[in-house]
């Protein structure tokens, strides 16, 4: 009643003012039959608070739900056009917010997730290094090797808290292909040399893409990294260009051990790491599901084909480029 008050009486109070405002004027313009002026203000009086009554009483459902004495559902059963928009306005809010929330619940659980598999990864070249100082001398390649996969493991962690607030972290500039996949290739030579696998870069020096650097060097970080994890040594990596319905398409092919048809459809879901993640443990599942999420948002095509034994190929489709 006390919010049907506030909402609905300072409108009548308005309404008697200006009801009193136009008898005064009419007194003034020389009508002076008193009664007849009294009996038209009584008459507009009770009207009004007829009207209020039958407002309030066609609303007492819906004034009730905002006392919180009313459910949800209840307000449905009723026809009354105000009530049903209000509900429906009620409800699609609502909606949004349990979708929010569960968006929000979703994505702490799965850093919570992430966490757990990422510090049990990080568990193993801890203890390797341990191992190797505890050996004389130290075997500076495996000891390099080791530290490579604790930097790749705490950039892998850093992104995917960076990857939720990509519009504050994004950057559209020119970017030489090439020299892009050669600056990943320089920063894992120590990985390359030591697993014995050899890059094979047929990209023309003068292909530019407009992209994010940072972000386009981490999609490239990931894959090439899943091509050393699963290849074997003395193979090589081919990363290539060519051009397709007027879009560029770059390619990297491995020769390893290839993913099982069952599990290609998936590679790209959160956390899955399929045949390959469990043979090898050494995945956590996140690399090509964040690979997935940035060429989505970098409007990238992420293709990936592969036969088991043979190898695999994945194909990045970028939009617009120039070869200068």
């Avoid at 699609?92 to 979708?99: I, R």
């Avoid at 001398?137 to 939720?164: C, F, M, Y």
Wanted: proline share 3%; with cysteine; net charge neutral.
């Amino acid at each position: 009643m006390k919010k049907f008050c506030s909402f609905y009486l300072p409108l009548l109070l308005w309404e008697i003012f200006f009801v009193l405002v136009l008898l005064g004027v009419i007194w003034l313009a020389g009508f002076h039959d008193f009664l007849l002026l009294v009996y038209v203000g009584l008459l507009f009086l009770v009207g009004n608070l007829l009207l209020a009554g039958s407002y309030y009483w066609r609303q007492r459902k819906l004034w009730r739900f905002f006392q919180q004495e009313v459910p949800l559902y209840d307000l449905t059963q009723t026809s009354d056009f105000l009530t049903q928009t209000t509900v429906t306005a009620l409800t699609s809010e609502l909606a949004k917010k349990d979708q929010a929330s569960q968006q929000l619940k979703d994505q702490q659980q799965q850093y919570r997730d992430f966490m757990n598999i990422w510090v049990h990864q990080m568990k193993t070249p801890v203890t390797v290094i341990d191992l190797l100082a505890q050996d004389t001398p130290i075997a500076p390649q495996s000891l390099l090797e080791e530290n490579q996969r604790l930097k790749d493991g705490l950039n892998l962690a850093l992104n995917l808290v960076r990857a939720t607030d990509f519009q504050q972290d994004f950057v559209l500039k020119a970017v030489s292909l090439k020299a892009l996949l050669q600056k990943v290739i320089s920063q894992h030579k120590t990985s390359f040399i030591h697993r014995q696998i050899f890059p094979k870069i047929e990209v023309d020096t003068g292909l530019v893409v407009t992209s994010d650097e940072k972000w386009l060097f981490f999609i490239m970080e990931q894959i090439i990294n899943n091509s050393l994890k699963y290849s074997p040594a003395g193979s090589t990596l081919e990363l290539s260009s060519c051009v397709k319905d007027q879009q560029l398409q770059l390619q990297m092919v491995d020769h390893g051990c290839g993913i099982p048809a069952r599990d290609l459809p998936r590679v790209t879901q959160a956390f899955y790491t399929g045949a390959n993640g469990r043979q090898f443990a050494q995945a956590t599942g996140m690399g090509l599901y964040l690979v997935a999420q940035l060429c989505q948002r970098l409007d990238l095509k992420l293709a990936i084909t592969s036969t088991v034994g043979k190898g695999t190929t994945v194909t990045l489709t970028f939009p617009t480029f120039q070869l200068t």
